[in-house]
Protein backbone atom coordinates (compact mmCIF):
# COMPACT_ATOMS: atom_id res chain seq x y z
CA UNK A 1 0.00 0.00 0.00
CA UNK A 2 1.47 3.12 -1.06
CA UNK A 3 1.68 6.20 1.93
CA UNK A 4 0.94 9.65 1.63
CA UNK A 5 3.76 11.99 1.14
CA UNK A 6 3.83 15.88 1.70
CA UNK A 7 4.50 18.40 3.98
CA UNK A 8 2.54 19.66 6.98
CA UNK A 9 -0.65 22.04 5.71
CA UNK A 10 -0.10 25.50 5.33
CA UNK A 11 -3.88 26.79 4.70
CA UNK A 12 -4.95 26.79 8.23
CA UNK A 13 -7.11 29.89 9.30
CA UNK A 14 -7.91 32.06 11.80
CA UNK A 15 -11.83 32.56 11.78
CA UNK A 16 -13.90 35.31 13.60
CA UNK A 17 -17.35 37.24 13.56
CA UNK A 18 -17.98 41.23 14.36
CA UNK A 19 -21.06 43.33 14.26
CA UNK A 20 -20.18 46.82 14.12
CA UNK A 21 -23.14 50.25 14.48
CA UNK A 22 -23.40 53.65 13.77
CA UNK A 23 -24.44 56.38 11.39
CA UNK A 24 -24.11 56.79 7.74
CA UNK A 25 -23.99 60.65 6.42
CA UNK A 26 -24.90 60.25 2.47
CA UNK A 27 -23.53 63.03 0.24
CA UNK A 28 -26.92 65.14 -0.57
CA UNK A 29 -28.12 64.21 2.48
CA UNK A 30 -28.73 66.53 5.78
CA UNK A 31 -29.60 64.16 8.19
CA UNK A 32 -27.81 60.63 8.91
CA UNK A 33 -29.12 57.19 8.68
CA UNK A 34 -28.73 54.16 11.11
CA UNK A 35 -25.54 51.87 9.16
CA UNK A 36 -24.89 47.96 10.71
CA UNK A 37 -21.91 46.00 9.23
CA UNK A 38 -22.33 42.29 10.04
CA UNK A 39 -18.97 40.64 9.16
CA UNK A 40 -16.56 37.82 9.07
CA UNK A 41 -12.92 37.46 8.50
CA UNK A 42 -10.52 34.54 7.25
CA UNK A 43 -7.10 35.02 8.06
CA UNK A 44 -4.36 32.43 7.04
CA UNK A 45 -2.49 31.48 9.92
CA UNK A 46 -2.44 31.79 13.36
CA UNK A 47 -3.71 35.73 14.45
CA UNK A 48 -1.06 37.15 16.27
CA UNK A 49 -0.37 41.29 17.37
CA UNK A 50 2.96 41.81 16.19
CA UNK A 51 2.11 40.40 13.11
CA UNK A 52 0.86 41.97 9.10
CA UNK A 53 -1.66 39.76 7.54
CA UNK A 54 -4.34 40.05 5.20
CA UNK A 55 -7.42 37.78 4.67
CA UNK A 56 -10.74 37.70 3.58
CA UNK A 57 -13.48 39.66 4.66
CA UNK A 58 -17.05 38.93 4.17
CA UNK A 59 -20.71 39.59 4.91
CA UNK A 60 -23.41 41.96 4.93
CA UNK A 61 -24.00 45.85 4.67
CA UNK A 62 -27.70 46.97 6.47
CA UNK A 63 -28.64 50.97 6.51
CA UNK A 64 -32.04 50.89 6.17
CA UNK A 65 -33.90 52.35 2.46
CA UNK A 66 -30.76 52.28 1.19
CA UNK A 67 -28.96 49.14 0.92
CA UNK A 68 -29.20 45.68 2.45
CA UNK A 69 -26.65 43.67 0.31
CA UNK A 70 -23.94 40.74 0.71
CA UNK A 71 -20.81 42.07 0.77
CA UNK A 72 -16.62 40.75 -0.01
CA UNK A 73 -13.40 41.99 0.15
CA UNK A 74 -10.42 42.28 2.07
CA UNK A 75 -9.06 42.75 5.87
CA UNK A 76 -5.36 43.75 7.16
CA UNK A 77 -4.93 43.27 10.33
CA UNK A 78 -1.26 45.09 11.73
CA UNK A 79 -2.12 46.55 14.71
CA UNK A 80 1.84 46.94 15.74
CA UNK A 81 3.51 47.02 12.35
CA UNK A 82 1.49 49.85 11.46
CA UNK A 83 -0.96 50.03 13.89
CA UNK A 84 -4.05 49.69 12.00
CA UNK A 85 -6.30 47.70 11.04
CA UNK A 86 -7.98 48.20 7.08
CA UNK A 87 -11.48 47.07 6.10
CA UNK A 88 -11.99 46.67 2.45
CA UNK A 89 -15.64 45.77 0.98
CA UNK A 90 -17.44 45.73 -2.17
CA UNK A 91 -21.22 45.74 -2.24
CA UNK A 92 -24.31 46.95 -4.55
CA UNK A 93 -26.87 49.25 -2.90
CA UNK A 94 -30.25 49.37 -3.45
CA UNK A 95 -30.60 51.72 -6.49
CA UNK A 96 -28.06 49.17 -8.45
CA UNK A 97 -24.81 51.40 -8.10
CA UNK A 98 -21.38 48.90 -7.52
CA UNK A 99 -20.37 50.81 -4.23
CA UNK A 100 -16.57 50.64 -2.55
CA UNK A 101 -15.95 50.68 1.68
CA UNK A 102 -12.96 51.28 2.88
CA UNK A 103 -12.43 51.57 6.65
CA UNK A 104 -9.38 51.47 9.23
CA UNK A 105 -9.36 51.69 12.45
CA UNK A 106 -5.91 54.08 13.67
CA UNK A 107 -4.87 51.60 16.65
CA UNK A 108 -3.09 54.38 19.55
CA UNK A 109 -0.74 53.01 22.12
CA UNK A 110 -2.65 55.06 24.84
CA UNK A 111 -6.27 53.48 24.26
CA UNK A 112 -5.52 50.56 22.51
CA UNK A 113 -9.14 49.22 23.18
CA UNK A 114 -10.79 51.87 22.37
CA UNK A 115 -9.43 52.50 19.18
CA UNK A 116 -9.86 48.95 18.14
CA UNK A 117 -13.31 49.73 18.74
CA UNK A 118 -14.01 52.64 16.55
CA UNK A 119 -14.50 52.32 12.63
CA UNK A 120 -14.44 55.71 10.77
CA UNK A 121 -14.76 54.67 6.71
CA UNK A 122 -15.78 56.16 3.77
CA UNK A 123 -18.07 54.95 0.47
CA UNK A 124 -16.81 55.68 -3.12
CA UNK A 125 -18.80 54.93 -6.19
CA UNK A 126 -17.08 53.20 -9.29
CA UNK A 127 -15.85 56.59 -10.12
CA UNK A 128 -14.00 57.26 -7.31
CA UNK A 129 -16.58 59.56 -6.07
CA UNK A 130 -17.46 59.96 -2.58
CA UNK A 131 -21.14 58.62 -1.65
CA UNK A 132 -20.78 58.57 2.17
CA UNK A 133 -18.78 58.82 5.33
CA UNK A 134 -20.23 56.79 8.57
CA UNK A 135 -18.31 55.92 12.01
CA UNK A 136 -19.07 52.67 13.18
CA UNK A 137 -18.52 51.19 16.50
CA UNK A 138 -18.05 47.72 18.03
CA UNK A 139 -20.19 47.29 21.23
CA UNK A 140 -17.51 45.75 23.74
CA UNK A 141 -20.18 44.87 26.31
CA UNK A 142 -22.93 44.09 24.35
CA UNK A 143 -20.73 42.02 21.82
CA UNK A 144 -17.85 41.30 23.57
CA UNK A 145 -18.49 37.53 24.95
CA UNK A 146 -20.47 36.61 21.41
CA UNK A 147 -17.22 37.66 19.76
CA UNK A 148 -14.90 35.46 21.71
CA UNK A 149 -16.93 32.30 21.34
CA UNK A 150 -17.24 32.94 17.59
CA UNK A 151 -13.19 32.71 17.69
CA UNK A 152 -11.66 29.77 15.80
CA UNK A 153 -8.15 29.74 15.71
CA UNK A 154 -6.23 27.26 13.22
CA UNK A 155 -7.18 23.72 12.97
CA UNK A 156 -6.29 21.46 10.20
CA UNK A 157 -7.34 22.91 6.70
CA UNK A 158 -10.54 21.11 5.87
CA UNK A 159 -9.23 20.60 2.44
CA UNK A 160 -5.75 18.94 2.82
CA UNK A 161 -5.90 15.23 2.32
CA UNK A 162 -7.32 13.11 5.72
CA UNK A 163 -5.65 9.73 3.97
CA UNK A 164 -2.98 7.80 6.04
CA UNK A 165 -2.07 4.79 4.03
CA UNK A 166 -5.44 2.60 4.85
CA UNK A 167 -6.43 0.45 2.98
CA UNK A 168 -10.67 0.76 2.12
CA UNK A 169 -10.80 4.25 1.87
CA UNK A 170 -12.27 6.68 -0.65
CA UNK A 171 -11.70 10.60 -0.36
CA UNK A 172 -13.56 12.91 -3.02
CA UNK A 173 -12.86 16.96 -3.61
CA UNK A 174 -15.46 18.30 -5.64
CA UNK A 175 -16.41 22.04 -7.09
CA UNK A 176 -19.43 22.96 -8.86
CA UNK A 177 -20.17 26.65 -9.86
CA UNK A 178 -23.02 28.53 -12.17
CA UNK A 179 -21.67 31.16 -14.82
CA UNK A 180 -24.19 33.98 -14.21
CA UNK A 181 -23.77 34.98 -17.55
CA UNK A 182 -25.13 32.41 -19.04
CA UNK A 183 -26.50 29.66 -17.06
CA UNK A 184 -24.04 27.05 -17.85
CA UNK A 185 -22.94 24.77 -14.69
CA UNK A 186 -19.84 23.08 -14.20
CA UNK A 187 -18.75 20.28 -11.72
CA UNK A 188 -15.03 18.93 -10.96
CA UNK A 189 -14.65 15.67 -9.29
CA UNK A 190 -11.70 14.63 -7.86
CA UNK A 191 -10.99 10.68 -5.99
CA UNK A 192 -8.68 9.52 -4.29
CA UNK A 193 -9.49 5.62 -4.29
CA UNK A 194 -7.27 3.29 -1.74
CA UNK A 195 -8.83 -0.49 -2.69
CA UNK A 196 -8.95 -3.24 -0.08
CA UNK A 197 -6.36 -4.86 -2.20
CA UNK A 198 -3.15 -2.95 -3.91
CA UNK A 199 -1.68 0.28 -4.74
CA UNK A 200 -3.77 3.92 -4.11
CA UNK A 201 -5.19 5.51 -7.30
CA UNK A 202 -6.10 9.44 -8.32
CA UNK A 203 -8.62 9.64 -11.00
CA UNK A 204 -12.00 11.91 -11.48
CA UNK A 205 -13.88 13.81 -14.22
CA UNK A 206 -15.99 17.22 -14.90
CA UNK A 207 -19.22 17.55 -16.77
CA UNK A 208 -20.45 20.80 -17.95
CA UNK A 209 -24.20 21.87 -18.33
CA UNK A 210 -25.01 24.51 -20.87
CA UNK A 211 -28.51 25.45 -20.72
CA UNK A 212 -30.87 23.59 -22.53
CA UNK A 213 -28.17 21.29 -23.98
CA UNK A 214 -26.80 17.49 -23.49
CA UNK A 215 -23.78 18.03 -21.22
CA UNK A 216 -20.58 17.33 -21.76
CA UNK A 217 -18.83 15.22 -19.97
CA UNK A 218 -15.03 13.78 -19.80
CA UNK A 219 -12.69 11.26 -17.67
CA UNK A 220 -9.04 11.69 -16.14
CA UNK A 221 -6.87 9.22 -14.67
CA UNK A 222 -6.15 7.01 -12.95
CA UNK A 223 -2.61 8.40 -11.91
CA UNK A 224 -0.28 7.90 -9.36
CA UNK A 225 -1.45 9.47 -6.11
CA UNK A 226 0.46 12.37 -4.96
CA UNK A 227 0.13 15.70 -2.90
CA UNK A 228 2.59 18.19 -1.59
CA UNK A 229 2.26 21.89 0.48
CA UNK A 230 0.53 23.42 -2.54
CA UNK A 231 -1.37 20.53 -4.09
CA UNK A 232 -4.44 19.27 -2.12
CA UNK A 233 -4.55 16.72 -4.67
CA UNK A 234 -2.63 16.24 -7.66
CA UNK A 235 -3.50 13.51 -10.57
CA UNK A 236 -1.47 14.22 -14.16
CA UNK A 237 -2.52 17.47 -15.05
CA UNK A 238 -5.30 18.01 -13.10
CA UNK A 239 -3.97 20.14 -9.86
CA UNK A 240 -6.46 21.52 -7.46
CA UNK A 241 -4.76 23.61 -4.24
CA UNK A 242 -3.96 27.33 -2.92
CA UNK A 243 -7.14 28.69 -4.61
CA UNK A 244 -6.33 27.14 -8.06
CA UNK A 245 -8.11 24.46 -10.00
CA UNK A 246 -6.22 23.23 -13.22
CA UNK A 247 -6.60 20.32 -15.47
CA UNK A 248 -8.18 18.76 -18.27
CA UNK A 249 -10.75 15.72 -18.88
CA UNK A 250 -11.78 14.12 -22.09
CA UNK A 251 -12.55 17.19 -24.12
CA UNK A 252 -12.81 19.62 -21.39
CA UNK A 253 -9.98 21.65 -19.72
CA UNK A 254 -10.08 24.43 -17.09
CA UNK A 255 -7.85 26.99 -15.35
CA UNK A 256 -9.90 28.88 -12.55
CA UNK A 257 -8.98 31.02 -9.63
CA UNK A 258 -10.92 30.45 -5.96
CA UNK A 259 -11.84 33.20 -3.62
CA UNK A 260 -14.02 33.72 -0.97
CA UNK A 261 -16.41 30.77 0.72
CA UNK A 262 -16.70 32.17 3.85
CA UNK A 263 -16.25 29.86 7.05
CA UNK A 264 -16.51 25.73 6.37
CA UNK A 265 -19.91 24.73 6.50
CA UNK A 266 -20.15 21.03 8.39
CA UNK A 267 -23.21 18.93 6.95
CA UNK A 268 -22.47 16.46 9.46
CA UNK A 269 -21.23 16.70 13.01
CA UNK A 270 -18.17 18.42 12.97
CA UNK A 271 -17.29 15.44 15.62
CA UNK A 272 -18.43 12.99 12.82
CA UNK A 273 -15.84 14.48 9.99
CA UNK A 274 -13.01 14.41 12.86
CA UNK A 275 -13.04 11.30 14.55
CA UNK A 276 -14.42 9.62 11.44
CA UNK A 277 -16.46 7.21 13.40
CA UNK A 278 -19.43 7.18 10.49
CA UNK A 279 -18.81 5.01 7.21
CA UNK A 280 -18.51 8.30 5.57
CA UNK A 281 -18.71 12.27 6.01
CA UNK A 282 -19.05 15.50 4.04
CA UNK A 283 -17.83 18.70 5.27
CA UNK A 284 -18.02 22.26 2.78
CA UNK A 285 -15.13 24.20 3.56
CA UNK A 286 -16.05 26.82 1.22
CA UNK A 287 -19.66 27.15 0.78
CA UNK A 288 -20.17 30.53 -1.07
CA UNK A 289 -16.74 30.78 -3.24
CA UNK A 290 -16.61 32.82 -6.18
CA UNK A 291 -14.82 31.46 -9.14
CA UNK A 292 -13.03 33.27 -12.27
CA UNK A 293 -11.19 32.01 -15.13
CA UNK A 294 -11.73 29.67 -18.29
CA UNK A 295 -13.83 26.62 -18.79
CA UNK A 296 -13.39 24.96 -22.82
CA UNK A 297 -15.23 22.39 -23.78
CA UNK A 298 -16.14 21.16 -27.00
CA UNK A 299 -14.82 23.99 -29.24
CA UNK A 300 -15.84 26.70 -26.67
CA UNK A 301 -14.58 28.99 -24.29
CA UNK A 302 -16.60 29.42 -21.17
CA UNK A 303 -15.32 33.07 -19.43
CA UNK A 304 -16.15 32.92 -15.47
CA UNK A 305 -16.42 36.05 -13.76
CA UNK A 306 -17.20 35.90 -10.28
CA UNK A 307 -19.42 32.62 -10.69
CA UNK A 308 -21.02 31.39 -7.19
CA UNK A 309 -20.54 28.10 -6.52
CA UNK A 310 -18.47 25.38 -3.72
CA UNK A 311 -15.85 23.40 -2.77
CA UNK A 312 -16.89 20.13 -0.76
CA UNK A 313 -15.16 17.38 0.69
CA UNK A 314 -15.93 13.65 1.58
CA UNK A 315 -14.00 11.04 3.42
CA UNK A 316 -14.77 7.64 4.26
CA UNK A 317 -15.41 3.66 3.61
CA UNK A 318 -16.76 4.24 0.40
CA UNK A 319 -20.56 5.43 -1.20
CA UNK A 320 -23.65 4.97 0.26
CA UNK A 321 -25.96 2.88 -0.59
CA UNK A 322 -28.44 4.83 -2.07
CA UNK A 323 -28.15 8.79 -1.54
CA UNK A 324 -29.12 12.92 -2.50
CA UNK A 325 -26.93 15.93 -2.20
CA UNK A 326 -27.57 19.33 -3.24
CA UNK A 327 -25.43 22.39 -2.88
CA UNK A 328 -28.01 26.09 -3.30
CA UNK A 329 -26.93 29.21 -3.43
CA UNK A 330 -29.37 31.43 -2.01
CA UNK A 331 -27.77 34.90 -2.84
CA UNK A 332 -26.19 37.23 -0.66
CA UNK A 333 -23.87 34.64 0.75
CA UNK A 334 -27.09 32.40 2.00
CA UNK A 335 -26.61 28.42 1.09
CA UNK A 336 -28.27 25.38 1.89
CA UNK A 337 -26.74 22.09 1.62
CA UNK A 338 -28.10 18.66 1.71
CA UNK A 339 -26.83 15.18 2.21
CA UNK A 340 -29.33 12.75 2.41
CA UNK A 341 -28.27 8.56 2.54
CA UNK A 342 -28.82 4.90 2.96
CA UNK A 343 -25.27 3.18 4.07
CA UNK A 344 -24.20 -0.09 2.64
CA UNK A 345 -23.11 -1.57 6.65
CA UNK A 346 -25.39 -4.94 7.76
CA UNK A 347 -28.51 -3.56 9.29
CA UNK A 348 -28.11 0.35 8.77
CA UNK A 349 -29.06 -0.65 5.25
CA UNK A 350 -32.65 -0.96 5.75
CA UNK A 351 -33.08 2.18 7.52
CA UNK A 352 -34.50 4.90 5.36
CA UNK A 353 -32.67 7.95 4.39
CA UNK A 354 -30.56 9.56 7.11
CA UNK A 355 -31.14 13.52 5.80
CA UNK A 356 -28.70 15.81 7.04
CA UNK A 357 -29.67 19.67 6.16
CA UNK A 358 -27.46 22.80 6.71
CA UNK A 359 -29.14 26.20 5.95
CA UNK A 360 -26.93 29.51 6.36
CA UNK A 361 -29.09 32.24 6.47
CA UNK A 362 -27.99 35.92 7.20
CA UNK A 363 -25.19 34.46 8.93
CA UNK A 364 -27.11 31.84 11.31
CA UNK A 365 -27.20 28.44 11.06
CA UNK A 366 -29.98 25.93 10.26
CA UNK A 367 -30.62 24.03 12.33
CA UNK A 368 -28.77 24.44 15.97
CA UNK A 369 -26.80 22.01 17.64
CA UNK A 370 -25.84 18.62 16.05
CA UNK A 371 -26.80 17.92 12.60
CA UNK A 372 -27.44 14.21 13.35
CA UNK A 373 -29.94 14.81 16.53
CA UNK A 374 -31.53 17.52 14.17
CA UNK A 375 -31.52 14.35 11.46
CA UNK A 376 -34.04 12.40 13.17
CA UNK A 377 -36.51 14.73 13.03
CA UNK A 378 -36.38 14.74 9.23
CA UNK A 379 -37.46 12.67 6.05
CA UNK A 380 -36.41 12.06 2.62
CA UNK A 381 -37.75 10.73 -0.53
CA UNK A 382 -34.79 9.50 -2.94
CA UNK A 383 -35.64 9.06 -6.42
CA UNK A 384 -35.70 10.29 -9.65
CA UNK A 385 -36.09 12.85 -11.41
CA UNK A 386 -37.68 14.72 -8.22
CA UNK A 387 -36.53 14.22 -4.12
CA UNK A 388 -37.68 15.51 -1.64
CA UNK A 389 -36.83 16.89 2.37
CA UNK A 390 -39.16 17.80 4.88
CA UNK A 391 -39.80 18.15 8.59
CA UNK A 392 -39.20 19.96 11.57
CA UNK A 393 -35.73 21.99 11.89
CA UNK A 394 -36.18 23.79 16.16
CA UNK A 395 -39.02 25.68 16.01
CA UNK A 396 -39.26 25.64 12.04
CA UNK A 397 -40.74 22.93 9.75
CA UNK A 398 -38.82 22.74 6.04
CA UNK A 399 -39.53 21.25 2.43
CA UNK A 400 -37.53 20.85 -0.51
CA UNK A 401 -37.91 19.86 -3.41
CA UNK A 402 -35.06 19.28 -6.37
CA UNK A 403 -35.58 17.91 -9.70
CA UNK A 404 -33.14 16.67 -11.98
CA UNK A 405 -33.85 17.76 -15.40
CA UNK A 406 -33.62 14.66 -17.16
CA UNK A 407 -31.84 16.14 -20.91
CA UNK A 408 -29.44 17.72 -18.64
CA UNK A 409 -28.21 14.79 -16.48
CA UNK A 410 -25.43 12.64 -16.39
CA UNK A 411 -24.94 9.33 -15.30
CA UNK A 412 -21.76 8.56 -13.89
CA UNK A 413 -20.34 5.20 -13.37
CA UNK A 414 -18.57 4.53 -9.63
CA UNK A 415 -16.67 2.10 -8.07
CA UNK A 416 -16.25 1.44 -4.39
CA UNK A 417 -12.79 0.74 -2.80
CA UNK A 418 -14.12 -3.06 -2.25
CA UNK A 419 -14.61 -2.86 -6.36
CA UNK A 420 -18.58 -2.76 -5.95
CA UNK A 421 -20.07 -0.55 -8.39
CA UNK A 422 -22.79 2.61 -7.85
CA UNK A 423 -24.28 5.01 -10.32
CA UNK A 424 -24.98 8.63 -9.73
CA UNK A 425 -26.99 10.97 -11.44
CA UNK A 426 -26.06 14.25 -11.35
CA UNK A 427 -26.92 17.73 -12.87
CA UNK A 428 -25.32 21.15 -12.54
CA UNK A 429 -28.60 22.63 -14.01
CA UNK A 430 -31.46 21.43 -11.31
CA UNK A 431 -34.74 23.25 -9.97
CA UNK A 432 -35.00 23.18 -6.42
CA UNK A 433 -37.76 25.03 -3.88
CA UNK A 434 -37.14 25.49 -0.39
CA UNK A 435 -39.90 26.63 1.87
CA UNK A 436 -39.18 27.61 5.52
CA UNK A 437 -42.28 28.14 8.18
CA UNK A 438 -42.76 28.94 11.47
CA UNK A 439 -45.57 28.40 14.12
CA UNK A 440 -47.26 31.47 14.02
CA UNK A 441 -50.69 31.65 16.26
CA UNK A 442 -52.85 28.00 15.59
CA UNK A 443 -50.83 27.43 12.11
CA UNK A 444 -47.58 27.75 10.33
CA UNK A 445 -46.50 30.35 8.35
CA UNK A 446 -44.12 31.11 5.34
CA UNK A 447 -40.91 32.79 7.23
CA UNK A 448 -38.45 32.60 3.84
CA UNK A 449 -39.23 30.94 -0.02
CA UNK A 450 -36.21 29.96 -2.42
CA UNK A 451 -37.02 28.82 -5.69
CA UNK A 452 -33.76 28.16 -8.17
CA UNK A 453 -34.34 27.95 -11.52
CA UNK A 454 -31.77 25.92 -13.41
CA UNK A 455 -29.02 26.77 -10.85
CA UNK A 456 -28.96 24.54 -8.20
CA UNK A 457 -26.20 21.33 -8.26
CA UNK A 458 -27.84 18.31 -7.62
CA UNK A 459 -27.36 14.39 -7.55
CA UNK A 460 -28.55 10.88 -6.63
CA UNK A 461 -26.45 7.47 -6.09
CA UNK A 462 -28.23 4.21 -6.83
CA UNK A 463 -26.96 0.43 -6.82
Known sequence: MTTPTGKVASGRRTVFSEVMEGALRLAGEDGERPMRLELTASLPGMLRPWGDVEGELSGRVRVPGWADDHAAGSLRVAP??????????EFIAGDGRRLRLDGWKTVRAGRPVRSMTVLPLTVTDAD???????????????????????????????????????????????TTLT?????????????????????????????????GETPVFGRFGPFGWSHSEDADFAAGPVVQGGGRLTGAAGAISWDLRESGGGPPLFTFPRWAWRSEVLPAAQIVPKPAAAYDGAVRFGGR?????????????????GNARRWAWLHADLGGGDVCEIVAAVST???????????FVRLRVDGVELPGGDPLLAALRL???????????????????????VTLPQDETVSVDYADPDGAPAVCHNSERAD???V????????????????????GHAEVGLR
Open 179 to 211: DPATGTGVWIHHELVAPDEGEARAHGWAAVFPP
Open 345 to 355: RPGMDRLPPLP
Open 436 to 455: LARLAGRGWETEREWRLDGT
Open 301 to 317: TLELDGARGASARIYGH
Open 432 to 434: VRI
Open 80 to 89: VAARQIRYTL
Open 128 to 174: GAVVGEARLRFDVRRDMARFLRGFRFPGPDPMRSRWRGQAGRLEVWY
Open 379 to 401: RAGIGLPVWTVHGRIGDRRIHVR
